[in-house]
């Protein structure tokens, strides 16, 4: 680690002492490196779809999934515990649905989950192609995840979702995200999202878990068992089903 911090803090100071002193500039930079540690730019754009499992608790419930998630923003979850089953998707463009049992047709989604749902569907983070993306990245000083070394950075889009990202000094994953968006009666809703156990996924590495935060509250914990990138998908598997939808084995 010390290593990795003198190069980390080495190149920080050369890119202030060379003049690159704007926060802009060396968040773009930093962001370069958290890239290539993720495996690459390449790697990354060639990685545009995946179907991952697992298991989510929340206090002491616990339900397994499986998710499939595409660029730049497409999403579906099916739940399951017992034997009921309830599936959340999204195609991008059209409206969020749920659907509460297999043979059940899809409804729209409650308002509060709807925005939940869609401001988390983004498939890539922010550090990658920021700007074709409206994010804006500024560097944001030094901090701590867990007692290790982080570097942050804040990424803004649209003025309204703005995020501190923590960046591990040793590894350049972002191991913290602090989110502030808009709910819908105005007020702030502020996620703090820890990940870890980070794997290999066709080169591109991974967290395989995760956990989400509403200050000292946690809302849910989740650990992916396993994860296939870029899977057959059919045509229209993200969007609402005209009929009872079967259930992916």
Not at 119 to 145: I, K, N, W
Not at 164 to 191: C, K, N, S, W
């Amino acid at each position: 680690m010390r290593v990795r911090l003198s190069i980390f803090f080495g190149l920080l100071s050369m890119l202030i002492g060379s003049g690159v002193s704007r926060a802009s500039d060396i968040a773009q930079d930093i962001a370069r490196i958290h890239l290539e540690a993720m495996g690459g730019e390449e790697r990354l754009a060639r990685l545009e779809s995946f179907r991952t499992a697992g298991v989510s608790r929340v206090g002491d419930f616990e339900m397994s999934f499986q998710m499939w998630a595409a660029r730049p923003n497409l999403l579906r979850i099916e739940m399951t515990t017992g034997p009921q089953t309830l599936i959340q998707g999204w195609d991008g463009e059209g409206e969020p649905w749920v659907q509460t049992g297999l043979s059940q047709p899809p409804q729209r989604m409650a308002p509060e989950l709807k925005e939940r749902f869609t401001s988390e569907a983004d498939f890539d983070d922010p550090l990658f192609r920021p700007a074709e993306r409206g994010y804006v990245l500024e560097y944001a000083g030094e901090g701590e995840v867990d007692g290790r070394p982080a570097v942050k950075l804040l990424a803004t889009r649209d003025l309204t979702d703005q995020s501190t990202l923590y960046l591990a000094a040793d590894t350049y994953f972002i191991v913290r995200q602090d989110r502030r968006r808009p709910a819908l009666d105005g007020t702030m809703i502020e996620t703090q999202t820890f990940y870890g156990d980070f794997r290999p996924v066709m080169g591109v590495i991974l967290p395989h878990g995760i956990v989400v935060k509403e200050g000292e509250r946690i809302m849910s914990e989740v650990a992916l068992t396993w994860m296939e990138p870029n899977p057959p998908i059919d045509e229209g598997w993200f969007s609402p089903p005209t009929q009872a939808a079967p259930h992916k084995e």
